[in-house]
C-alpha cells in the first residue's frame, strides 16, 4: 500500500483554532495536524476561494480559504512532512452540483475571457507556491463539476465550455510541473514518487456522486468529445446518505478504472458517529441552524448506524472498496473535514457570503457529527481504522 493516501480536508483548521477548538487523543491535547498524522494521514486538501471577502473586507467564513489561509495550511503540512492537494474551485465561495457562481471579479466576461482568466488565475497562485516553495503534490481543476463550472457559460450540458475552462486550467498546471523539471527543483514534490500517474504535480478531475455510474460516463466521455486536456486522476464524492450504496461506488469506480485508464481517488468522503445535536456548542439559536429536520430522513437512507462503530465499519468498508479497483488504481482518499468541531464563530457562511451567493443564512458548520473528533476534539474510533489500513499489505 505504499502510494496510498490516506488524506484529510483541513480547510477550516485555522478558523476552529481561532474559534477556541481544542483537539486531545486519549485525552492528552495536541495539535489536530499531529494527531492525524499519527493515525496515518499523509495528504490533506485545501480549498481555495479566489477572493472570499465582500467589498468591506468583510469573510466569508467556513474557513476563509482565501490565498494566504491556503499557503498557511499547507506550509503547516509541508514541516510535518505532510504532501497536500490544491482544490480550485473557481468561485470566491463554495462551488458544488448546486452552484458554481462566478467570481466577482470574472463578471460581465464571455467564454473566451473566462477560459484566459482560468489559465491566468491558475498559473498566478501556482507560481506563488513555487515562490514560497510549496507546490502541491496534487491540483484539483474545479470543484465537484458535475454539472459544470462558471455559470451560466460552463454549465451543462455544455461541454464545450466546459472543456475550455477546465483544459485552461490543467494547461496552466502542466506549464508549472514543466518549469520544475526544467530547473531540477528540489522542492519536496519533485524529488520524490508521483501520486497518480507519472505526473510530479498530478492533475484530478473531481465530480460529486461517486455512486452514479452514469453521470460519470456521461460526463467523462463529453468531456473527452469535446477536446478535454489529459489529466492524471478521478476524483469522486462519496457521502452515503446522498450518493448511493457501497456497492454502487464500487460498481463505478471499477468501471471507470477499465473505461479511462485513469487512478482513481475518493475526494471527499464522511460518515456521521452521532445524531446528538450540537447547537449549545456552537452557541446558535434555533433560527440560525439549518438542515436538523432533515438528519433523521438523511440517517434512515444509510445501512450503517449513526454512531462511532457505524463511523467506523463505513470507513473500513470504503477503504476496502477502493483497494479492490482493478489494476491497482484505487489510490485513496481524503475525509472531509474531520476537524470541524462545533466552536462559536465557525459556520457554512457568514451574512456576507449568503449576499455572494443569493442564499438565506448564516449557520453552524453542519457537519460536525460527521468528523473524526467528537464535539469536544477527542478521536473517534473510526481513525484507528484508517491507521491500521493496509499495515500488513
Not at 467564513?61 to 482544490?87: C, F, M
Not at 498530478?202 to 465530480?207: E, G, K, R, T
Not at 456521461?218 to 468529445?225: I, L
Request: aromatic share 12%.
Amino acid at each position: 500500500m505504499g502510494n496510498f493516501i490516506k488524506g484529510m480536508d483541513l480547510s477550516t483548521l485555522l478558523e476552529v483554532g481561532r474559534c477556541g477548538g481544542k483537539f486531545y487523543d486519549h485525552g492528552v491535547r495536541g495539535d489536530a495536524m499531529d494527531i492525524l498524522k499519527n493515525y496515518g494521514m499523509n495528504m490533506v486538501r485545501l480549498r481555495l476561494w479566489n477572493d472570499p471577502f465582500d467589498e468591506a473586507g468583510n469573510s466569508y467564513g467556513a474557513g476563509g480559504s482565501d490565498i494566504e489561509t491556503t499557503l498557511t495550511l499547507a506550509k503547516r503540512a509541508k514541516e510535518k512532512g505532510v504532501g497536500w492537494l490544491l482544490d480550485f474551485h473557481y468561485s470566491d465561495f463554495w462551488a458544488d452540483p448546486g452552484k458554481q457562481t462566478l467570481p466577482k471579479a470574472w463578471r460581465g466576461m464571455d467564454a473566451g475571457q473566462l477560459e484566459t482568466a482560468v489559465y491566468d488565475y491558475t498559473k498566478e497562485v501556482l507560481a506563488r507556491c513555487k515562490k514560497e516553495d510549496i507546490l502541491p503534490q496534487m491540483v484539483a481543476v474545479g470543484n465537484e463539476l458535475s454539472n459544470g463550472l462558471l455559470w451560466p457559460y460552463g454549465r451543462t450540458p455544455n461541454f464545450a465550455n466546459i472543456a475550455r475552462f477546465v483544459s485552461a486550467g490543467i494547461r496552466a498546471v502542466r506549464e508549472m510541473e514543466a518549469e520544475v523539471r526544467e530547473n531540477h527543483s528540489t522542492d519536496a514534490q519533485a524529488g520524490t514518487q508521483t501520486v497518480c500517474g507519472q505526473s510530479e504535480i498530478s492533475v484530478m478531475i473531481h465530480l460529486d456522486n461517486g455512486g452514479n455510474n452514469a453521470l460519470y460516463r456521461g460526463w467523462f466521455d463529453s468531456y473527452f468529445a469535446n477536446g478535454g486536456a489529459d489529466f492524471d486522476c478521478i476524483g469522486l464524492s462519496y457521502y452515503p446518505f446522498w450518493h448511493g450504496t457501497p456497492a454502487m461506488l464500487k460498481a463505478n469506480m471499477d468501471d471507470l478504472a477499465v473505461r479511462y485508464k485513469k487512478d482513481l481517488i475518493v475526494a471527499e468522503v464522511s460518515m456521521g458517529y452521532t445524531m446528538e445535536d450540537y447547537r449549545s456548542y456552537e452557541k446558535l439559536a434555533a433560527n440560525e441552524r439549518k438542515g436538523m429536520a432533515t438528519r433523521k430522513e438523511l440517517a434512515d437512507a444509510i445501512d450503517y448506524p449513526m454512531t462511532p462503530q457505524g463511523q467506523s465499519d463505513f470507513m473500513r468498508d470504503v477503504l476496502q472498496i477502493i483497494r479492490e479497483v482493478p489494476d491497482g488504481r484505487g489510490k485513496g482518499f481524503f475525509y472531509w473535514e474531520p476537524a470541524w468541531i462545533p466552536v462559536p464563530g465557525s459556520g457554512w457562511a457568514t451574512e456576507a457570503a449568503c449576499a455572494y451567493i443569493g442564499e438565506s443564512g448564516p449557520g453552524g458548520n453542519e457537519w460536525a457529527n460527521q468528523a473524526l473528533f467528537d464535539y469536544e476534539g477527542n478521536t473517534l474510533p473510526a481513525l484507528d481504522v484508517i491507521r491500521d489500513f493496509g499495515r500488513n499489505l
